[in-house]
């Protein structure tokens, strides 16, 4: 197999607050191959977005990446001054946010915000950049680009915005997008919208995708493979299919029970997670999803679990995959059929 | 966008006849005149100079009067300094006020922002706790305070500077500081929190997350987002620093139009009341008009339409 294109090692971020560290990211670790769709996924706080703004350089002042290393095409991105990693955001590896509607400029003209980019990574002259800026809102389906160059943010909606900022994104043929919940503050069509235009852009320029959500339906329809992260750790990884199939963590299997399905007409009610997520200030000791977990043993309270073998690629961090675990139906990999 | 200048310009009209009416009649109401004094004057005088300056006439009439007076932009004689109009008066001090009101402003611009920004931009280490404490001092101490304080250490003590007037360039500092001092500690606070406040924001962290420059981000996309509370403050502030200040004139000697406004009332001065105050009105309402067609600068989301009524 190749060199992936990212190659994250136990990467650890915490925030130093008035109240003590906060613990956001601990011991992430995850590949990505060229023109690959990496979803990952967890509830608030899961530390999704911490760990990729982690990679990009953009914590804010009070978060410190405290150990770990992100190779990206050979660089460490962890040990990058900041010359060098602004000179690789917008250019190699790019990123879209959750709110269109306040992540763009209010003050400059939509052209004026995407001609910037290509000139802080291009040289080239400014009537080609704008020339480069018409060709991508023509890209993400902007019509009458030329014009809308010249207009502001509040005189589009919300999802042309999105396009907007994925134009924005896109503008210097980044090697990886990070998609930080790109469809969250989207009504639902606009949001098939955004994501089948972002998938058929990915297979279009063969990027990789890293898309942060925590939409498990968003992450079946686009992704290839999966991170569930849960406390700040990654408690499950596979490829999408495999997941769904057989999800090897109580957590997954929590939220894939959560999801709604609307074909079934028995109605009855989602079946929630009880409880509440884990306080990183004092994170437990063991497994950060044991007080949650129906099937907590006093193993999981006192030592976190590895991450376990669930199947050639699909690994899970639960004591259940241990060899003296008891088997659980649904979860421990020998009682479903290989 | 024209009928809204002209709808805006009718209304400045509107506005300052409302003062003028209102001024007029409360001025009018209130005891005495500008020829009541300890010393008695003899009934026979004073009949004399209220025939003169026709404040005999029936209430009504002198308004009507002064009304045609400001419409031919007369402003009447002062009832004070024989033989000089309000409008010599207002020329007269208009110049020195002027002069040292638009430094003061150029020292406001000039430090009261970069403060903000640096303060903002070393938010809660030693450069920003700094900027705040003689802020906060700059706010709180009054400037008679101020201007007293430094005209003792620095033409007393010192000698670097005259104790008054303004007929040495130097003479110009301690005023103006004095001036500008309450308004930079002001706009050195607001641009602060201003910037601070968009730097929070998303689109700054889109900004740098297109891998613009540190410069690039905080300049072009910061403080112009930042600066729209600023220019909203600094409409009323440029009125204030052109119309003068009673007390730091009346310190320092200067023969501005500051000390007139308080002047004219203490001597019942009717038509210098009037004519200063319209004076004022008029420059803040320009100063408010100005700094409304900035913000369509500023922000393109703001747009300014007539009313349809």
């Known amino acids: 197999m190749s060199t992936p294109l990212l190659s994250v090692s136990n990467l650890s971020t915490s925030f130093f607050t008035s109240r003590g560290e906060v613990k956001a990211v601990r011991g992430v670790s995850f590949e990505l191959r060229a023109g690959e769709i990496l979803g990952i996924v967890g509830e608030s706080g899961s530390g999704k977005s911490i760990t990729c703004m982690s990679l990009m350089g953009l914590l804010r ?7 770990g290393s992100a190779l990206f095409e050979g660089r460490d991105l962890l040990t990058l001054d900041e010359d060098e990693l602004s000179a690789l955001r917008g250019n190699d590896i790019s990123m879209i946010f959750q709110d269109p509607m306040t992540s763009l400029n209010p003050t400059l003209t939509v052209g004026e915000q995407v001609i910037e980019t290509i000139l802080r990574h291009r040289k080239v002259t400014r009537a080609a950049a704008r020339a480069r800026a018409i060709e991508l809102f023509e890209l993400v389906r902007i019509p009458s680009a030329a014009k809308r160059l010249r207009s502001y943010p509040h005189e589009f909606s919300g999802g042309m915005r999105q396009r907007v900022m994925i134009a924005i994104a896109l503008a210097c043929d980044p090697k990886l997008l990070i998609a930080d919940e790109p469809t969250t503050a989207l009504d639902v069509t606009i949001q098939r919208q955004i994501l089948a235009l972002l998938k058929e852009l990915q297979g279009r320029l063969g990027m990789a995708v890293i898309l942060i959500t925590h939409d498990l339906g968003v992450i079946a329809e686009t992704a290839d493979r999966v991170l569930v992260m849960y406390g700040g750790m990654v408690m499950e990884e596979g490829p999408v299919r495999e997941l769904f199939a057989r999800p090897s963590h109580p957590y997954t299997r929590g939220l894939l029970a959560s999801i709604p399905d609307l074909r079934d007409d028995t109605h009855h009610r989602l079946t929630p997670i009880p409880g509440s997520p884990p306080d990183m200030l004092r994170p437990p000791k063991g497994c950060p999803f044991a007080p949650r977990c129906a099937h907590a043993m006093a193993q999981c309270n006192a030592a976190l679990p590895p991450l376990y073998d669930a199947g050639p690629v699909h690994r899970a961090r639960c004591w259940l995959h241990h060899p003296q675990a008891p088997r659980v139906a649904g979860i421990t990999a020998e009682l479903v059929p290989a | 966008m024209t009928a809204y200048v002209v709808q805006r310009l009718l209304l400045m009209l509107v506005t300052l006849f409302a003062i003028i009416t209102l001024t007029f009649f409360l001025m009018h109401a209130v005891p005495g005149g500008p020829f009541t004094s300890e010393k008695m004057l003899q009934p026979e005088i004073q009949a004399a100079l209220n025939a003169k300056y026709h404040l005999d006439d029936p209430l009504w009439l002198q308004y009507l009067n002064y009304l045609r007076g400001v419409l031919s932009l007369d402003l009447g004689p002062s009832f004070k300094y024989a033989g000089m109009s309000v409008n010599e008066i207002i020329a007269e001090g208009l110049p020195v006020t002027m002069k040292t009101g638009a430094l003061a402003l150029i020292c406001v611009v000039a430090l009261g922002v970069p403060l903000g920004i640096v303060a903002a931009l070393n938010r809660n280490r030693w450069p920003d706790t700094l900027v705040m404490v003689i802020a906060t001092i700059g706010v709180a101490v009054p400037s008679y305070v101020i201007a007293t304080v430094a005209l003792y250490v620095f033409a007393l003590r010192l000698g670097w500077v005259p104790t008054f007037g303004l007929d040495d360039w130097r003479g110009y500092f301690l005023p103006v500081f004095a001036l500008s001092g309450f ?40 403080l112009r987002n930042s600066l729209i509370p600023v220019v909203t403050v600094l409409g009323p502030v440029v009125a204030n620093l052109l119309t003068g200040s009673f007390v730091i004139e009346q310190i320092f000697a200067l023969p501005g139009i500051g000390r007139h406004f ?44 007539a009313d349809a009524k």
């Open chain 1, 61 to 67: 002042s009070s978060g410190r990446v405290i150990d």
């Open chain 2, 183 to 222: 308004w930079i500690s002001f706009i050195a606070r607001l641009a602060r929190s201003s910037l601070l406040e968009t730097l929070q924001q998303d689109y700054m962290m889109t900004a740098k997350a297109k891998g613009l420059k540190r410069g690039t981000v905080l300049f072009k996309h910061g």
């Open chain 2, 262 to 305: 308080v002047l004219s009332i203490t001597n019942r001065d009717y038509t210098a009341i009037m004519g200063i105050t319209i004076f004022y009105a008029a420059v803040l309402m320009v100063m408010i008009f100005i700094v409304d067609m900035l913000y369509l600068v500023l922000d393109p989301r703001i747009k300014y339409r």
